[in-house]
């Protein structure tokens, strides 16, 4: 599937040097202050942010806009949850009816909790059997006529939307820090390739220094 020139889809993710995005407990807060104020900065600049439910079960986020004051109005919330397993009294769907709020379930979700999803003032979008189709779900979200959408993932949907294609630059903060673990999760996680050849590749384009906490934000396009 080939997707149109004006959609911008990018991957935002904050890793310490050994390329983790959170430790085995699943501690995710790893870069600066000023590293968040640029996440939200970009937040404001989106029309929508989409993570996956793995993120809101262990992170509760209210996925919204803080630290600027350029842009009050936060971008719709897309949340893939193949199951229907988000909880009826998380951030996200408490705040359904005044964020805009999209769950895109599979057929695997029941009547009952589409039901329950949408009397929060969620929208639900139910696509593929057992796992969310992306390539079309973000088919569907240029048709609705989001052109800007941010990927603040974990590490499977990571893999999956640059395995799909559907991802066209990857912006990464590397904190000076060493988390290891073979349980953290990773940057991108998912099968992999296996051989180095098959690797995506990507162009750095910018650099980005932060000398007062040891950080440097790198840009890639493809």
């Known amino acids: 599937?080939?997707?149109?020139?004006?959609?911008?889809?990018?991957?935002?993710?904050?890793?310490?040097?050994?390329?983790k995005i959170s430790s085995y407990s699943g501690?995710?807060?790893?870069?600066?202050?000023?590293d968040l104020v640029?996440?939200?900065k970009l937040r404001s600049k989106v029309d929508a942010i989409?993570?996956?439910?793995?993120?809101?079960?262990?992170?509760?986020?209210?996925?919204?806009?803080?630290?600027?004051?350029?842009?009050?109005?936060?971008?719709?919330?897309?949340?893939?949850?193949?199951y229907g397993r988000i909880p009826l009294d998380s951030k996200i769907l408490k705040s359904a009816t005044k964020i805009k709020t999209i769950i895109?379930?599979?057929?695997?979700?029941?009547?009952?909790?589409i039901e329950e999803i949408k009397k929060s003032g969620a929208y639900v979008i139910i696509i593929g059997s057992k796992l969310v189709n992306l390539k079309r779900l973000f088919k569907i979200l240029y048709d609705m006529g989001y052109r800007k959408i941010l990927i603040e993932g974990g590490g499977e949907l990571n893999w999956s939307c640059l395995h799909d294609g559907i991802v066209n630059e990857l912006i990464?903060?590397?904190a000076p820090i060493v988390l290891g673990g073979r349980?953290?999760?990773t940057l991108v996680e998912g099968r992999g390739y296996s051989a180095i050849s098959q690797g995506i590749k990507l162009k750095l384009?910018?650099?980005?220094?932060?000398?007062?906490d040891n950080e440097i934000t790198l840009y890639y396009n493809k």
């Open 172 to 174: 990464v903060t590397i």
């Open 205 to 212: 384009t910018k650099i980005i220094q932060n000398k007062n």
């Open 104 to 113: 895109v379930v599979t057929k695997q979700a029941s009547r009952d909790t």
């Open 50 to 82: 989409v993570v996956g439910i793995n993120t809101v079960l262990i992170d509760n986020p209210m996925l919204n806009i803080r630290f600027t004051r350029k842009n009050k109005i936060s971008p719709t919330r897309i949340i893939i949850d193949s």
């Open 183 to 185: 349980d953290a999760i």
């Open 27 to 34: 501690n995710s807060c790893i870069s600066s202050k000023k």
């Open 38 to 40: 640029r996440v939200h």
């Open 1 to 19: 599937m080939k997707f149109p020139a004006d959609l911008k889809v990018i991957i935002n993710s904050a890793v310490t040097i050994d390329g």
